[in-house]
């Protein structure tokens, strides 16, 4: 194949002897750099600022509600637990239809 009239394992041999010959420095020090002021900059929306905010306070949240698990296991145990088979298929239906994006 070639691109530019250039055979294109001559451009990548050309990419590759560049790669090796710049000095690499340390991770710890790259970061320690300080940035120039024609440095590359981040701005975020403010949507992407409250989805990051939103995303923290999931981390700390459980994924398992431990307590009621705990009592349902409980209610099963003694034998008092009453399972409402309309509303669990109503649960059933509505995930469905999210799932199906309806």
């Not at 790259?30 to 120039?36: C, G, K």
């Amino acid at each position: 194949m070639e691109i530019s009239g250039k055979p294109i394992g001559g451009q990548m041999d050309a990419y590759l002897e560049q790669v090796k010959e710049k000095p690499k420095t340390a991770p710890d020090q790259q970061t320690r750099q300080a940035p120039s002021s024609s440095g590359d900059r981040v701005d975020l929306s403010q949507s992407a600022r409250l989805i990051q905010q939103a995303e923290q306070t999931m981390e700390g949240i459980p994924d398992v509600d431990m307590e009621k698990v705990q009592r349902i296991q409980n209610e099963i145990a003694n034998g008092t637990y009453k399972a409402d088979g309309e509303t669990i298929a109503d649960a059933m239906l509505r995930e469905s239809l999210i799932n199906m994006n309806i």
